[in-house]
């Protein structure tokens, strides 16, 4: 009996499910609508944000955070269109967006290392 | 005598009732989610490159279209997290012997609490 | 005295009945004839409002007054035999328990289950369900060739409860009627059959576990789900058959975990 290899992925978007939940909504509101009208100097504001973001357990997290959620979003916009009614290429839709989120993981660890 | 085959599918199944609907906006909140996800990697990017393209991205912040994406996608952000800790609860149930812990119970300890913890901490850690 | 008392009683009595004999409610119902073949078509038929009557009531009251060859089915009429779900608007219910006075004075639009074969009128053919309910083994496994006589299984309160919830399906259908993945892919073995083989898998005297949920890991299994949710919110049990596929999930994902991380362990 062949078992399915999804069960890998879904464990992916299920955490990436809980990242997302737990971290985005907080992250969301601070650089749509507390950073860009903060009171205060610019350029230490920048200087703090530099350092928190280059603190390591900070980058870790960082890392894991968004390349989870790539995760969660690929998966769950891949069902959304089979849900649309894209059901005669189920393979082709896997790698596309799996490769996405893979690509989306590395553009992550090359952003955050380089800060 | 042959049965009818069951109808397949509409192209729009999904509209036929408000429950199905609401199950598309759980799963579209991803397409917000992963636009911001990429929105996010060029913010990190120019706050990695120094004070000047800071600035100027906060300019950009600044703009109508940032507040209004923005808008859209907490909306989004708020939808996938309430939808995802009320449904913990049945991936997880909670035993204690014969009972079951409540939904809500799970829900708020697992899911709810967690999330103001860390959404305070984030908040302290790069305002306070 | 006491007469005219009574007479009056009567009038009343006459007069209400009357009045109730006035009110009809519409029922739109789904015909298809095999015999002839073509599309279905939808039937009027005006029907006396009662407040007490369910859907099957209406039904009933056609077949015996009106039109002997509407052809549907039904039972215990109490919610338990699982044999008269319908799509009622658009939703699937037991018609036994869905009451006229919750869409007067509306036309109801009655159809066989979606998602189904339909054999005639209301009837759908559920073999394809029975193969599905079949094939995940629902009965207690046992390594021990243990007999009857040797005395029963023994089983706590707590073990009890651990799978409980899944047995109170009555195999009606309605959770595949609303599920749309079911509609997409007819091989999706489906809520009622997963809750049915958690029964099972979480019943601390089977010992079928590890065969089961090798079942329940393929594709057609539990990854076809998305948890609408939509099967637990039509089950008129409370079975909650989407949380018994996510859990179904959690297990499957382990042992797909442990194949990945320990190939060489026991199959
Ligand atoms: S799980 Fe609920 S809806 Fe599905 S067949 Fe059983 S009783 Fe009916
Ligand atoms: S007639 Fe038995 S459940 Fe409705």
Request: glycine residues 6%; aromatic residues 12%.
């Amino acid at each position: 009996m062949k078992q399915s290899n999804e069960a890998f992925w879904w464990s992916l978007f299920s955490a990436g499910g809980v990242a997302a939940a737990l971290f985005l909504p907080a992250i969301v509101v601070l650089t749509g609508f507390v950073l860009p009208f903060a009171e205060g100097d610019t350029a230490t504001r920048h200087e703090q944000l530099r350092e928190l973001i280059g603190w390591w357990p900070v980058r870790v997290l960082l890392m894991l955070v968004i390349s989870l959620s790539f995760f969660h979003c690929a998966h769950r916009m891949r069902h959304l269109l089979m849900d649309f009614g894209v059901r005669s290429t189920p393979l082709l839709l896997a790698v596309v967006f799996y490769a996405g989120a893979i690509t989306g993981t590395v553009a992550t660890v090359v952003v955050i290392s380089r800060l | 005598m042959r049965p009818r085959p069951p109808e397949p599918p509409t192209r729009t199944w999904f509209m036929r009732t408000t429950a199905y609907r609401l199950f598309m906006i759980r799963e579209f909140t991803s397409v917000f989610l992963a636009g911001y996800l990429i929105f996010l990697l060029v913010l990190l990017a120019r706050v990695g490159e120094g004070p000047q393209p800071f600035e100027s991205l906060l300019v950009t912040l600044r703009s109508p279209i940032s507040i209004i994406l923005h808008v859209l996608v907490l909306l989004a952000a708020l939808y996938h997290a309430v939808t995802w800790f009320n449904l913990t609860p049945r991936i997880m149930p909670v035993r204690l012997g014969e009972e079951r812990l409540p939904d809500a119970v799970v829900a708020i300890a697992a899911g709810y609490l967690p999330w103001i913890v860390v959404s305070l901490a984030i908040g302290w850690a790069v305002l306070g | 005295m006491s007469a005219s008392n009574g007479a009056a009683a009567q009038t009343t009595e006459e007069s209400l009945e009357a009045r109730m004999a006035d009110k009809t409610i519409t029922l739109e119902v789904f015909r298809y004839d095999p015999a002839a073949g073509g599309d279905p078509t939808f039937q009027r038929y005006d029907v006396p409002y009662r407040s007490d009557w369910v859907v099957l009531d209406a039904l009933n009251w056609i077949k015996d007054t009106t039109d002997g060859s509407l052809t549907f089915r039904w039972s215990c009429r109490m919610g338990v035999c699982g044999s008269c779900g319908m799509m009622v608007n658009g939703l699937p219910k037991l018609t036994c328990s869905t009451f006229l006075k919750d869409y007067y004075p509306d036309p109801l639009r009655i159809e066989p289950l979606a998602n189904f074969p339909v054999q005639r009128d209301l009837v759908i053919e559920f073999d394809g369900f029975v193969e599905k309910l079949k094939s995940i083994k629902p009965w207690l496994i046992r390594n021990d060739q243990r007999d009857p006589a040797d005395g029963e299984l023994r089983q706590t309160p707590k073990q009890l409860a651990q799978y409980k919830q899944y047995t109170m399906c009555i195999n009606c259908m309605l959770c595949y009627s609303a599920c749309p993945e079911y509609a997409f892919i007819p091989g999706f073995i489906g809520p009622a059959a997963i809750a049915l083989a958690q029964r099972y898998n979480l019943d601390s005297r089977d010992q079928g576990q590890a065969e089961r949920r090798k079942l329940l890991g393929v594709q057609e299994a539990v990854w076809e789900c998305t948890f609408v949710g939509e099967c637990s919110a039509v089950c008129p049990k409370h079975v909650d058959p989407a949380a018994a596929i996510q859990q179904a999930k959690v297990t499957s994902t382990i042992d797909w975990y442990k194949r990945f991380l320990m190939p060489w362990g026991k199959k």
